[in-house]
């Protein structure tokens, strides 16, 4: 194994912030406790007060993603999961399902699907960690489940052309990591879910979930198979219960964290609205890639630009003698550079994930600022350099 003559000198200049977590994700520049004080704490969320911040959460949300005015939004409980979880277990039954895989949480909601609904036309089309299924092979016909962006492989849909405009399922799309970051073609999307935690950085344990009319008619025309538990019960009396979409919750939100989520919504809007979102993943993402493309051994899990993500970025090694190594080994060299990183203070939590090849995952969503992007890189080199000579 070649290593510089010299070790690799130690930066000069640290990131202001550390913390490239890929969830929970860095709150928003200049984010304070203090902008919460207005929070309603210990009063009901069933008062007006609450339903009043829970309506504005909604509105706001619409607003910011421009979503259309005829799709209903809600709240729910276990952030994403829970969101999913919701319209799995409420919508799926009349027609086939195929389910998009490529990456952990695509994964679980084929283990959902298969395992726990037990539903018997489904099929699964999946790819390796770093590339896509075939999205020309879906049917028009079928239920489709995938995740927008592949938060554990950095891998996302390029857009929503491959979903036909004369489909008769309806799409299921896991936004969590794509909402505010990407553009969503909510005219081909029935069902769109995501969490506080990502790209806007708010507070974890709430989810969101947006249905259009088309999502709705099958609430109102089909009753599952199976006992839907209370938490995921989208109708009432056989029809959408509309309070829900109007900020009456299934279960008690924390009004800190509706305090919070609105505190980022109005930040978003603050600087530009979704464009200006957008606008600074992209602008963060082309730090790594300039990087990447001047750096001998690291590369892109996903080698295909249009298809990469410009939020959870993933990394995976380059260098043919480091890629040789088995798993363990290099799982252990990452281990090694991510403890090197928390030790300076320079990068907190950026490890792979677990079932990923092994590599470096790094946020890019719209709250990390670029001058801390720049300022990382060097220090990545060097951890890769000081790793490998302490192995």
Not at 37 to 57: D, V
């Amino acid at each position: 194994m070649i290593l510089h003559v010299k070790p690799a000198p130690m930066p000069a200049d640290r990131p202001d912030d550390a913390r490239f977590s890929s969830g929970p994700c860095k709150k928003r520049p200049n984010w304070s406790l203090a902008n919460l004080q207005n929070a309603p704490l210990g009063r009901s969320h069933r008062h007006e007060i609450g339903k009043q911040r829970l309506q504005q959460a909604i509105n706001l949300s619409r607003q910011l993603l421009q979503i259309p005015d005829d799709y209903r939004i809600g709240i729910t409980a276990a952030s994403d999961t829970g969101a999913m979880e919701m319209a799995l277990w409420s919508l799926l039954g009349p027609k086939p399902v195929d389910v998009l895989v490529w990456e952990s949480f695509g994964l679980g909601w084929a283990t959902d699907i298969c395992k726990q609904l037990k539903l018997s036309d489904v099929r699964v089309l999946d790819a390796a960690y770093g590339a896509l299924p075939d999205l020309d092979d879906v049917r028009k016909d079928a239920d489709v489940v995938f995740t927008w962006n592949g938060t554990t492989s950095g891998v996302r849909v390029p857009n929503g052309d491959w979903i036909a405009d004369d489909r008769s399922g309806l799409t299921i799309c896991d936004a969590t990591s794509a909402a505010f970051a990407q553009k969503l073609d909510w005219n081909k999307l029935d069902v769109v879910t995501w969490s506080w935690q990502k790209v806007m950085g708010g507070e974890a344990a709430h989810g969101m979930i947006v249905l259009s009319p088309r999502a709705v008619q099958r609430l109102e025309s089909h009753t599952p198979a199976w006992p839907v538990p209370k938490v995921f019960r989208l109708t009432k009396n056989d029809k959408i219960n509309e309070s829900f979409f109007t900020g009456s919750t299934i279960n008690t939100p924390s009004m800190l964290c509706v305090e919070d989520y609105l505190d980022t919504l109005n930040w978003g809007l603050s600087i530009g609205g979704l464009a200006s979102l957008h606008r600074r993943c992209d602008d963060n993402l082309a730090v790594l890639e300039e990087w990447v493309s001047k750096t001998s051994w690291v590369d892109f899990l996903s080698t295909n630009p249009k298809t990469r993500s410009n939020t959870g970025v993933c990394l995976q090694f380059s260098d043919p003698e480091i890629r040789s190594l088995p798993v363990g080994e290099q799982n252990a060299l990452v281990k090694r550079m991510s403890t090197l990183l928390e030790q300076e203070a320079v990068a907190f939590d950026i490890g792979g994930y677990r079932d990923a090849p092994p590599g470096l995952r790094i946020w890019c969503g719209a709250t990390i600022e670029q001058s801390d992007l720049q300022q990382l890189t060097p220090w990545l080199d060097w951890a890769y350099d000081k790793a490998l000579r302490e192995k």
